[in-house]
T-cell receptor, first 114, second 118 residues
Framework: GENVEQHPSTLSVQEGDSAVIKCTYS??????FPWYKQELGKGPQLIID?????GEKKDQRIAVTLNKTAKHFSLHITETQPEDSAVYFC?????????????FGKGTMLLVSP | DSGVTQTPKHLITATGQRVTLRCSPR?????VYWYQQSLDQGLQFLIH???????AKGNILERFSAQQFPDLHSELNLSSLELGDSALYFC?????????????????FGEGSRLTVL
């Protein structure tokens, strides 16, 4: 089955700095790569996703890049703010006919200091 | 608010006991997924139901079982509980998929049920 590795496990940055979280996956058939943000006491929430037919996707301060050859993808957050502090999870799956069983990485705790 | 409701929010029980966790998906969502979150293992996929039928199984122990009812709510039953079963259990639902139509892949998670086994 799919295996997703995520690094680093914790990341501390100053407000305004950029943050980068990296993930690798094992199954070359995976074609859907979402990122979820989990705030304290809440369930994970989708923040951005990318499919295997594109190499990069951007949404305001968040961007995700995908390298299919190397089987890795990354989350980039620019101009970080204290409210970005949370646990971020990457995931991978094979998207097929509307069903997708996500395999998650173990998460990165991002701390943004004012 | 994701629209997914999980009860109870917190549950404390003893080893050997049985508990039932309940999930109400977002209105109109036919798929329900169960995930277990522990500190050392992250989010582990347990099981997926679509419109009452089991679609996929992950790392779900034989002591655990789930079902999805005609009204689409789902229950996760955990029996012969062990200390290691202490975790957050999340339910998620998604837009129904029919050949990908109407489905974006996004999972909407509830706030979880925290199970503590003493």
């Amino acid at each position: 089955g799919e295996n997703v590795e995520q690094h680093p496990s914790t990341l501390s940055v100053q407000e305004g700095d950029s943050a980068v979280i990296k993930c690798t996956y094992s199954d070359s058939a995976s074609n859907y790569f979402p990122w979820y943000k989990q705030e304290l006491g809440k369930g994970p929430q989708l923040i951005i996703d990318i499919r295997s037919n594109v190499g990069e996707k951007k949404d305001q301060r968040i961007a995700v890049t995908l390298n299919k050859t190397a089987k890795h993808f990354s989350l980039h957050i620019t101009e970080t703010q204290p409210e970005d502090s949370a646990v971020y999870f990457c995931a991978a799956s094979i998207w097929n006919s509307g069903y997708s069983t996500l395999t998650f990485g173990k998460g990165t705790m991002l701390l943004v200091s004012p | 608010d994701s629209g997914v409701t999980q009860t109870p929010k917190h549950l404390i029980t003893a080893t050997g006991q049985r508990v039932t966790l309940r999930c109400s998906p977002r209105s109109g969502d036919l798929s329900v997924y169960w995930y277990q979150q522990s500190l050392d293992q992250g989010l582990q996929f347990l099981i997926h139901y679509y419109n009452g039928e089991e679609r996929a199984k992950g790392n779900i122990l034989e002591r655990f079982s789930a079902q999805q009812f005609p009204d689409l709510h789902s229950e996760l039953n955990l029996s012969s509980l062990e200390l290691g079963d202490s975790a957050l259990y999340f339910c998620a639902s998604s837009v129904p998929g029919t050949s990908g139509r109407g489905s974006t892949g996004e999972l909407f998670f509830g706030e979880g049920s925290r199970l503590t086994v003493l």
